[in-house]
């Protein structure tokens, strides 16, 4: 997988210097978000690891929600360099307590900051559009660390990699005892406030504040302690430094830790609800970012048709048409309950001028040769839905995407690690092979690795139909990148194609 280069050292960040931010991303999402922040807010000093994109723009609360391809949106307060890890749980502690607490005046300056980018309408905000909107999918690094976390001693606590509370919920956290897991209740919130009630409370009236600390580490220092030991040690810590208020379901401010072997990191989120959670999306299909990405690498201009002939809710379609609303964007699908999901979101989302739907077979459609600009498609690959003997399938689709595309289009597929070997078979052309890209689309390509396939996962991996595909290249489509990301608990790879001849040199 192919990411931008990033810088070889770890800087310190001044604390309280506004304008400098940090958002999370999906596995394989960074470079498309860093070359928006840069597209779409003129930022500076961007920098990408994996899973988050730092960078420094002088932009508002407005332009900042306008990010489509983040998960959830940081005011950057520290950056360090990994914590040493010692044996010592006391020292280290010690340690982790002195990145975070500062004297009162340090929060104060960050607070002002905090509140000039926040609002004090934007927790009323936030818990209405929460209300409105149920969490459709985890984020993507909720996801995937989840699952990795902390498995060396049977005994050990592990925690939820956030203990993040938004409003009506229970904070939990994850234990493992004996190789099996429960999730029980923290009291961490109750600790905290009977430890720290009254205490420098009269000298810091000012502060009178709510506050949560939601800390997710791995790597070294989880071998030793555990995200809920820390959350709790540095939430006691600001209690008696800054009397503040601990409260896990409705705090004032919400204090990011993230610490690992990379780096240590702490911020304030500027939004309740992630960037991902898409207030125009009614019911989720795909995830927002991914589909947003996808459209992203389409070209669409304005005046241009773009076809999903597999559009199952729309969520392609939904992200395309708001962020280029001078195209025209069609739908097809063969499912009645899919269309009617994707009417329903259109309609949601105030896209009904803009969006086109009918019912039809991907094999079949019942649309002119050459009238797209754009072809843009989840192939269906997932447990609930999933096309039949994709392998022999997948020529037939293609070749009808092929067909209707314009000479100079482009197709964006998204595509399971079997149908990406099917695909790169059928596009292969003498002397070119498929490779992969960054976001920025640049000469920083390199070729792609073919991923191993699963033996038992499709019947392509088990011979069915190779030398009926080797038999049907598509030598009008040229591979123009290849995009690794993550669903989740499934890896994918958005494919890229250009159109450089009429559809049948096959």
């Known amino acids: 997988e192919a990411v931008p280069p990033h810088k070889p050292g770890l800087v310190k960040m001044a604390a309280a210097e506004p304008g400098r931010f940090f958002c999370t991303a999906g596995r394989g999402l960074e470079p498309f978000l860093a070359r928006e922040v840069r597209a779409r807010l003129g930022a500076t000093e961007v920098d990408c690891v994996s899973g988050k994109v730092f960078f420094r723009a002088a932009a508002g609360p407005g332009e900042l929600r306008k990010l489509r391809s983040g998960e959830r949106l940081f005011l950057l307060l520290k950056k360090h360099s990994p914590l040493p890890v010692s044996g010592s749980r006391g020292k280290m502690l010690h340690e982790i307590k002195s990145l975070v607490v500062e004297e009162p005046k340090y929060w104060l300056d960050i607070i002002s900051v905090w509140k000039k980018l926040h609002g004090h309408k934007e927790k009323t905000d936030d818990v209405s559009q929460e209300n409105k909107l149920a969490l459709k999918r985890k984020s993507e690094e909720e996801t995937d660390t989840a699952s990795k976390r902390q498995k060396t001693e049977q005994v050990r606590t592990v925690v939820s990699e956030e203990c993040q509370m938004e409003a009506g919920e229970r904070c939990v956290a994850r234990e493992r005892m004996n190789g099996q897991e429960r999730w029980t209740e923290s009291k961490t919130s109750s600790e905290i406030a009977s430890k720290g009630s009254g205490e420098n409370s009269a000298s810091n009236e000012k502060l009178s504040f709510s506050f949560r600390v939601s800390c997710r580490c791995s790597g070294a220092i989880a071998k030793i302690l555990t995200s809920q030991e820390i959350g709790r040690a540095i939430g006691v810590a600001l209690v008696k430094q800054c009397g503040w208020r601990a409260d896990l379901r409705d705090p004032d401010i919400e204090i990011f830790v993230h610490l690992n072997d990379i780096h240590s990191v702490v911020g304030i989120p500027l939004f309740r609800l992630p960037l991902a959670n898409r207030e125009y999306i009614k019911t989720a299909g795909l995830r927002s970012t991914v589909a947003w990405a996808m459209a992203s690498l389409a070209e669409i201009s304005a005046g241009a048709l773009v076809l999903d002939p597999m559009c199952g809710l729309g969520t392609i379609l939904l992200e395309a048409a708001k962020e280029w609303p001078e195209a025209c964007y069609w739908g097809a699908d063969i499912s009645n309950s899919q269309l009617e999901g994707a009417d329903e979101n ?52 293609l070749q009808e995407m092929e067909r209707v595309l314009r000479v100079g289009g482009t197709i964006v597929l998204l595509l399971s690690r079997d149908l990406r070997k099917c695909m790169d078979g059928l596009t292969k052309c003498a002397g070119s092979d498929s490779s992969e890209a960054t976001a920025d689309g640049n000469s920083e390509a390199a070729p792609a690795k073919a991923p191993s396939v699963d033996r038992n996962s499709s019947s392509l991996a088990h011979g069915v139909g190779e030398s009926f595909l080797s038999s049907r290249h598509f030598r009008s489509l040229v591979p123009d990148g290849v995009y690794a990301v993550s669903l989740g608990k499934t890896d994918a790879f958005i494919h890229k194609y250009r159109k450089v001849s009429a559809a049948g040199n096959w």
């Open 346 to 397: 259109i309609r949601t989302a105030g896209l009904m001028d803009k969006i086109e739907l009918l019912k039809a077979s991907v094999k079949a459609l019942p649309l002119p040769s050459e009238s797209f600009d754009s072809v843009i498609s989840d192939i269906p690959f997932g447990k609930k839905f999933k096309i039949s003997n994709d392998a022999q399938l997948l020529p037939d689709i």
